[in-house]
């Protein structure tokens, strides 16, 4: 069973910046969810894909986007990079039911850098 | 709304002591809860869960945490510390699994770093 991974590992980025960050999920997982943590803190929900949907949000502007492909992997788009949005990315991969959602199995992250 | 306080930042035990990292949630629902845990510069690892069965949850590395509805706790404990032990544990609530809100939306504590003395 292969686990959820991320890549890139690491990236630097300058302000304004556009910026891809990329998850493959936990093999027989069909939903991905995205967090970003700061520094100190806990993870924050960004949003959660399903079936190549946005299938809800956190309290994240428009600049954050994201895609899922058929094979359930995924991308977390930033514009405009801010210094703020430095913080280490987490993707988490799982498995969607009707009622809810299985438990989220976390990637090792990308630890993004805004000079 | 669901919400966690994790109400230590920081515990320190030396090995071969038992460890308590403190939580309480707050949820409109009947609560689905979590630990996670974080070794430096790593992803979140699942230590246990709870799901509205067995209020006695058992993890993983010897971990257990007992879900109390009347107190609105989850606190985790450990009968005896590892120096492996040392990482970073998150509190972690998301509406049960009746909510048909957003599912991806767990909600994490703010995460108790717990060191181990030798």
């Known amino acids: 069973e292969t686990g959820v991974t991320q890549s890139p590992t690491h990236l630097i980025k300058t302000r304004g910046q556009q910026v891809t960050l990329r998850c493959s999920s936990q093999s027989g997982h069909n939903t991905v969810s995205w967090y970003q943590q700061a520094l100190g803190q806990g993870p924050q929900f960004i949003f959660q894909?399903?079936?190549?949907?946005?299938?809800g949000r956190g309290n994240f502007p428009p600049r954050f986007s994201g895609l899922q492909f058929p094979n359930y992997s995924s991308e977390l788009n930033v514009n405009a990079l801010e210094l703020d949005d430095s913080a280490l990315y987490l993707c988490?991969?799982?498995?969607?039911?009707?009622?809810?959602?299985?438990?989220?199995?976390f990637g090792p992250g990308t630890r993004l850098t805004v000079l | 709304a669901q919400s966690v306080t994790q109400l230590d930042s920081h515990v320190s035990v030396s090995e071969g002591t038992p460890v308590l990292l403190r939580c309480n949630y707050s949820?409109?629902?009947?609560?689905?809860l979590f630990w996670y845990v974080q070794h430096p510069n790593k992803g979140l690892q699942l230590l246990l869960k709870y799901t509205s069965a067995a209020t006695l949850v058992k993890g993983i590395n010897g971990f257990e945490a007992e879900f109390k509805k009347s107190e609105t706790s989850f606190h985790l404990t450990k009968p005896s510390a590892h120096m492996s032990d040392a990482a970073e544990y998150f509190c972690?609530?998301?509406?049960?699994?009746?909510?048909?809100?957003?599912?991806?939306?767990?909600?994490f504590g703010k995460g108790t770093k717990l060191s181990v003395k030798p």
């Open positions: 949820s409109s629902y009947s609560p689905s």
């Open positions: 988490a991969s799982s498995f969607y039911i009707p009622a809810g959602t299985d438990t989220q199995y």
């Open positions: 894909y399903y079936r190549e949907e946005e299938n």
């Open positions: 972690v609530v998301t509406p049960g699994l009746n909510y048909g809100g957003s599912q991806g939306n767990l909600i």
